[in-house]
Structures are given as C-alpha cells and as structure tokens.
C-alpha cells in the first residue's frame, strides 16, 4: 500500500464514523500530518453535522504527556498543559462536545489502568452525540479485549517508487546545499537504491538515503551493500527477524550431492530468469545434529545470490492471547517486503510442538505459518531445520508443505575426506594421501561439525606445543572424542528409520 492509498483509506475511517483507530508507526510526525491533512479535507457528514450527507472540516488535537493536549488545524497559542495525564485529557475528550480528531501519542504504556480503559470505552459509546475519532499512535499498541471491538487498526503505506525517488533526490540536494557541490552518481546506481529502499518507512528511508551519501558526497553501486545490511536490521529490530551477513556457497558444504543438485536446478525459478517456472517455497532438513543443517540454509542463500534472514520463531510468543501469531503475521509480512530472500528458521520443532501448557499457542503459531507458507506468491525461500523428529507435528510434515523434506545422514568415507580438506585448508593444513586416508577412516561415526571441532582443537595443542598444525594433531584429538553417533547409537537409529520411508536423502 503506498502513502496514496494510506490517505484514501483513512478518509474512508473517518466517513465510516469508527471512533478508535489504532496505528501502528515509527513515522510520526509523517502520521500526524496525513490524520491533519485527510481530516481538515472533506470528511463525510457525521450526526454533529448540519445536514445529511454535507462535507465537514474536522479540527484535529494532539495529545502528548510532556506537552498536554494542543490543536493542529489552527493556531490558538500553547498547548493545555493541564491536560498532560492521561485520565485528565480523556475526561476532557469525554465531556466536550466539539467533534474532531484527536491523535493521542504513546498512549499505550497507560491502557492496563482500568480508568484509563473506561474513560476511552465511554468516549466511543458517546459518539453518536458527538463524533469525537480517538486516535492511538505508537510504535506498537496492545488494546485491551474491551475495547477492541470498538476500533480499526490502520497501517500506513509505504513509500511507492516515486516517492522514494523524491526522498533520494532531496537528500541529495541537501547534501549538495550544504557543502557547495553536486553529488557524485549515475542513473543506475540511484535506480538501484531506489529499489532498495522499497518496504521502509519515509523516515528510515530518509535516514538511509542520507546516510549512503554523507561521507564522500557519492552516490555509487559500492553504496548499496552497507544500504542493503542496515535496511534488513532496521526491519529485523525486533529481534524475531536478523539479518546474517555470512553465507556460504556450495563448495564449502560438505557431501550433500543431492541437496546441491535440487538447489541449483531450482536456481533459474527463484531469480526470474525462468518465468515461466513456479519460485520454490522451501525445504525442510531433518537430520543428525552436527552434520550441516545450517550450514545448507546458509549455502541456499548463496546459491539464489539473495540475503539471508533468521527467523526466532521463540520471540515471537507474547504472554496476550492471539498476539504471538500477529507478531508472526507481521514478521511475515516484513520478510515479503525484503523478497527476494532466503528465511532460516533453525530446530522449528522447539517453537510449534505442543504441550499440557502450551494453551494451543504453538499450535495457531503452526496454523499461521503454514497458511503463509502456501499463499505467499513473493521470492521467500523457507528452510526450516529440525533435530527431533518426534516433537514435529504431522501437519508440517505431510507433503505439499514444503518443496522436499531432505534427511542429512552422518557423512559416509568420501564426505568425510572432503570435510577434512575443507577445514584444514580453511587453516592452512594440506593433508598427504595416506594422512587424508588415516583420519577418514579415523573419523567414521563422526559429524561434520565434530570433524570441524577436532581441526580447531587441534590447533590449540600445536599452539602449545609450539608446532606447526600437523595431521597427527588432528589425529590426536580424533582419537578423545566420542561422537554423537556412538553416544546415542540407539537414538540415531530410530532417526533413519523413519526417514528411510519419509524424506529424500541429503546426500
């Protein structure tokens, strides 16, 4: 929705005589200007009004609690201090019968008093004879059950490619204002953070515009990455949704043929270059912990050349019925704005498997989840990993919910020598044939991770030792360990047992 709709549709709220309306905005002072502009336009008539169907100009109030109350639409001197509490303005707001708008900010740490509840529920029920819209802007506002019936949320538009074009344009001037010459750019390069700056408010699209030109005065592709980064942590300050700046590329995945292969053959869909292929939604890894799960999310991200996102599916839950699933509507929602990205939402089974206590959250979290999972027509890429397959409930594994469910098994003799080369050259380590063939066969049982953690081990004891890395030190610690597939033998199992049936193999 762009800022034109946003005006359109906040006309209609006031025609539509909703006396709550709640929105949701960082973009203050952007929010306060449009309810001002919309409702000092034409309004439709309301019962205060003289004659059916007649155009009315509504006055327009603000309420802070440093400031007190203060009118917008004209000038009648400083605000009403005295009015500065909550429960003082909303009695005020209560007993007047002068229709307006009133736009109440940060209104929200003050509605758990049951008073404060009562004076807003008696100012809707009055509207009929006097059309006071109470509106509620923060940065987030929880209504209370009573009063939800009583309002409308509404959300305001992005930016369309315009006006992030004027934005851009005008920090440029700015910019050229204060230091006595133009800006360095090119067409291209100004397209290109045009777009990038898709799905941010105007103020932090403001900010990032800015920020890409203030230290050289330039305006370039070399710009765009850190544009790119500080846009995903803007989206993701919520900490459900995070930004991971490093990806992988196939090569430095170990094994995992088949995986690979399902990846780059669906490559052409995700990036455009096949329009006429179906984007993939996703995939689900199960497997043996240690053996690269993760480690495929993040090659995924490099294989589609897009960014890489984390989802915290355990941040979401919120202690208020039916606010976990909106902060997984709106996490949802903002990752569609960063299309097109991978999503990584590590053991996924820890957030959606169910208990006594749970009180069916995990289970609408699941329900919101999936529905999103198979309406969403945006370039998302789902992986979701998991390690216990018990805990997963059978919705989210039946097929047609993810592209595949691939099983990441322990590494056979080739992956493990490939592993072994991968982090020992990652430390300047190159093994001879025989020591490459000696930890391979050493190594049987071993995860990748395990092998991973053997190589940095065994780094230590050459640091003590005051050595090069050698392969014997590597031996060495091969040699302690106990790995995962002996400790819990009989778990494992079990573990390819029911994938044997059920999922394609990683490898």
């Known amino acids: 929705m762009t800022t034109t709709d946003s005006r359109r549709d906040l006309a209609a709220l006031f025609a539509s005589r909703v006396p709550l309306i709640v929105v949701e905005s960082r973009d203050e002072v952007l929010v306060v200007d449009l309810i001002t502009s919309v409702a000092t336009t034409s309004v439709a008539s309301t019962s205060a009004a003289p004659g059916p169907g007649a ?26 201090a005295f009015n500065s509490q909550p429960a003082d303005v909303l009695r005020t707001i209560r007993d007047t019968t002068q229709a307006g708008v009133y736009v109440l900010l940060d209104l929200h740490p003050f509605l758990d008093d049951p008073l404060n509840v009562r004076l807003l529920k008696d100012i809707c029920q009055g509207y009929e004879q006097v059309a006071r819209t109470v509106v509620l802007l923060s940065h987030q506002v929880t209504l209370p059950a009573e009063l939800d019936h009583l309002a409308a949320h509404f959300d305001i538009g992005f930016p369309d490619r315009d006006e992030r074009r004027a934005i851009v344009e005008q920090a440029a001037t700015e910019w050229s204002r204060s230091h006595g010459r133009l800006v360095t750019t090119d067409a291209h390069s100004v397209e290109l953070l045009v777009e990038n700056l898709a799905g941010l408010s105007r103020g932090d699209a403001t900010r990032l515009a800015r920020s890409a030109i203030v230290d050289d005065g330039a305006l370039l592709a070399s710009d765009l990455p850190a544009v790119t980064r500080a846009k995903h942590e803007i989206l993701g300050r919520d900490g459900i949704l995070s930004y991971e700046y490093e990806t992988v590329t196939l090569a430095d995945v170990g094994g995992m043929a088949h995986l690979k292969e399902w990846l780059d053959r669906r490559r052409p869909a995700f990036d455009g270059s096949a329009p006429g292929l179906e984007a993939p939604k996703g995939m689900l890894l199960l497997g043996v912990q240690g053996c690269g799960k993760s480690l495929a999310a993040k090659a995924a991200a490099g294989v589609f050349g897009v960014p890489l996102l984390r989802l915290d599916l355990a941040a979401v839950n919120d202690k208020y019925v039916g606010e976990s699933e909106r902060n997984l509507r709106e996490t949802l929602s903002t990752a569609e704005l960063l299309a097109p990205c991978v999503i990584w939402i590590d053991e996924i089974e820890k957030a959606v498997s169910t208990s006594q206590s749970d009180s069916g959250t995990s289970q609408r979290l699941l329900g919101t989840f999936l529905t999103w999972l198979a309406e969403k027509t945006s370039r998302v890429f789902v992986v979701a990993t998991a390690n216990d397959i018990t805990a997963l409930p059978p919705e989210l594994i039946r097929k047609g919910r993810f592209d595949e469910i691939f099983f990441v098994d322990l590494p056979d003799e080739a992956v493990r020598a490939e592993i072994l080369r991968i982090h020992a050259h990652a430390r300047g380590l190159t093994f001879t044939d025989p020591e490459l063939t000696t930890l391979t066969s050493a190594t049987a049982g071993f995860s990748g991770a395990e092998i991973e953690q053997a190589i940095v081990s065994a780094t230590y004891g050459a640091y003590a030792a005051r050595s090069p890395l050698l392969a014997q030190h590597v031996l060495t610690e091969v040699g302690s360990t106990r790995p995962l597939s002996l400790v819990m033998a009989e778990r494992i199992a079990e573990l390819r047992e029911w994938a044997a049936p059920r999922t394609v193999p990683a490898g």
Do not use: H, K
Not at 67 to 74: A, F, H
């Open 55 to 80: 155009a009315i100009q509504l006055p327009v109030f603000r309420w802070t609690i440093t400031e007190g109350l203060r009118r917008l639409d004209v000038q009648l001197g400083s605000a009403q």
